[in-house]
C-alpha cells in the first residue's frame, strides 16, 4: 500500500487548513447532546459536497453518510459530535463562545478526522471497494445517541456493517496510537435520583421535610457502596456529579435532584451499586417521615455495557497504523479503563459485528514530555476545562483514519 500511503499523505497534506480551520470553527461553537445542530449540519453539507448519499435527522441530530464503491465489506465509522458542560479555561484564540460549554473531552476532533478521512476516500475509489457508512453521532455524553439512532431508523439508510472503526481522543503525544483488544471500557450508567419532602420557610425547619439534607446524606452514605459492600478486586465507581436543589437563601425546596454515574465490569457490581443506592435512599426518605407515594424516585437515564475490542480486527488495524506511525507508537498492551462509550450500541441488533475502538494522542509531544519529567500520567484530562487538542493533532488523525478504513475495505486491485 505503499503508494496509496503517499496519495493519502498528499491528500491530508493538502487539506490541513481546511480541516484546522472546520476544527476551529467547531471548537468555537460547542452543542450539548441532541442539540447538534449546527456541527450535524457541517457535518451533513461537507459529506453532501464530496458525494456521499447523506441522511439527516437519525436519533434527532444525528447523521449517516452511505459512500458505496463497488463490491466489497461495509465498514461502519462513528464520529461523536456533542460538547460538554464545562467552561473552557484553555485561552485559545478559539476557545467556545459560550460561557458555560466546551469540547473539553475532543469530538471537534473527531468530527474534522471524520470529514477529513471522506475526502480520502472519496479521493482513492480507484484503490478500494466496498461501502463505507461515516455515522455522526450525537448525546455519546449523554451515553444515549447511539441508541437514539439505531431507534431513529440507522438501519434503514445503512447495510449492516462487517467492521466498525472508531477513534477517540487522549492525552498522549501526538503520533500515538492505542489499540488494544478484548475489554476496554467500563460499562456505564446514568440515573437521576429525586428526593421529594415538604417545602417550607428557612426559619422553620421543623415544618418542612428538608431534601437538601436528604440529598446531602445520601451523597455521603452512596461512597459507602463501593468502599464497604464490593470486593476490592472488583472494578466500581460511583461519582455524584450534580446536585440541584432550591433557588434561594431562605426557602427549604420540597425537591432535590442528584445526577449519578456508574462504571463497572462486572454485572453483579452494577446490580450491587443500583441495590445500595435504592436501600439508602429509601432508607433517608423513610428517616425523614416521607410516605410510600413521596418516596424517591430512580430513572434510568442512559447506559451501555462495557465496551469490548475485537481482538482480530484490532490488530488487523493496529498493524496497519504500525506501518503508518511507527510499531514503536502503537500501543497493543495496556489496561481497559472506567471510561466509558455507546458507540457499541451503534451496532443495534447486529451484536456479532467487530469493533476497533483506537484512542489517538492530541497532545503537543513537548508539553506531554515535560508532564512526564513531573511524573505526572497526561498533561490534562478529558472533561476538564484545559484539554487542549494540538493543531498538529488534526492531519495526524486523518491520517489515521483514513489509513484504518482503507485497511478494512478491500483493494480494487494489488497495489
Known amino acids: 500500500m505503499t ?39 457541517t457535518v451533513a453539507q ?40 464545562v467552561p473552557e ?25 471524520m ?3 471522506a475526502k480520502v476516500l472519496a479521493q482513492t475509489t480507484d484503490s478500494w471497494s466496498g461501502t463505507a457508512v461515516l455515522v455522526g453521532q450525537p448525546a455519546e455524553e449523554l451515553i444515549a445517541g447511539a441508541a437514539a439512532m439505531v431507534a431513529g431508523g440507522l438501519y434503514d439508510v445503512a447495510p449492516r456493517p462487517d467492521a466498525f472503526l472508531a477513534l477517540h481522543t487522549v492525552p498522549l503525544p ?11 471500557m467500563a460499562g456505564t450508567d446514568q440515573l437521576d435520583v429525586v ?42 465507581v460511583l461519582t455524584v456529579g450534580s446536585v440541584q436543589a432550591g433557588g434561594t437563601y431562605n426557602v427549604i425546596p420540597d425537591r432535590a435532584l442528584l445526577k449519578v454515574n456508574l462504571r463497572w465490569f462486572n454485572p453483579q457490581v452494577r446490580e450491587q451499586m443500583l441495590t445500595g443506592i435504592r436501600a439508602i435512599c429509601t432508607g433517608i426518605a423513610r428517616s425523614y417521615g416521607m410516605p410510600d407515594d ?7 437515564a442512559g447506559g451501555a455495557p462495557p465496551l469490548v475490542n475485537d481482538p482480530a480486527l484490532t490488530d488487523r488495524v493496529a498493524t496497519a497504523l504500525g506501518d503508518l506511525l511507527g510499531e514503536s507508537h502503537v500501543l497493543r498492551d495496556l489496561p481497559a479503563g472506567t471510561g466509558s462509550e455507546d458507540c457499541h450500541l451503534l451496532k443495534g441488533p447486529h451484536h456479532e459485528v467487530p469493533l476497533a475502538y483506537l484512542l489517538v494522542g492530541i497532545a503537543d509531544p513537548k508539553v506531554y514530555a515535560k508532564c ?9 484530562a478529558p472533561h476538564s476545562p484545559d484539554y487542549v487538542i494540538d493543531l498538529s493533532a488534526i492531519p495526524a488523525g486523518t491520517r489515521i483514519a483514513a489509513r484504518g478504513m482503507l485497511e478494512l475495505l478491500t483493494p480494487s486491485r494489488s497495489q
Request: charged share 20%; hydrophobic share 45%.
Open 3 to 41: 503508494g496509496l500511503a503517499e496519495r493519502v499523505d498528499d491528500i491530508v497534506a493538502a487539506d490541513t487548513r481546511r480541516l484546522v480551520e472546520i476544527f476551529k470553527d467547531l471548537h468555537r461553537h460547542p452543542e450539548l447532546g441532541f442539540h447538534e445542530v449546527r456541527t450535524a449540519r
Open 294 to 300: 413521596r418516596l424517591p424516585t430512580i430513572t434510568m
Open 174 to 184: 501526538v503520533g500515538m496510537v492505542a489499540a488494544a483488544g478484548g475489554e476496554r
Open 46 to 85: 461537507a459529506l453532501s459536497d464530496l458525494g456521499l448519499t447523506v441522511t439527516t435527522g437519525i436519533g434527532q441530530t444525528g447523521v449517516v453518510a452511505v459512500l458505496a464503491n463497488g463490491p466489497g465489506p461495509v465498514v461502519m465509522y462513528r464520529a461523536d459530535m456533542d460538547a460538554l458542560h
Open 89 to 113: 479555561a484553555t485561552g485559545l484564540d478559539y476557545a467556545s463562545s459560550s460561557p458555560e460549554l466546551g469540547h473539553m473531552c475532543g469530538h471537534d476532533a473527531h468530527v474534522t478526522w
Open 372 to 380: 512526564a519529567e513531573r511524573g505526572q500520567l497526561f498533561p490534562y
Open 195 to 236: 428526593f421529594h419532602g415538604v417545602g417550607g420557610h428557612g426559619s422553620m425547619p421543623q415544618l418542612a421535610r428538608d431534601t437538601v439534607l436528604m440529598a446531602a446524606q445520601a451523597v455521603v452514605q452512596f461512597q459507602s457502596i463501593v468502599s464497604r459492600t464490593i470486593a476490592p478486586n472488583e472494578t466500581a
Open 115 to 117: 470529514l477529513g478521512m
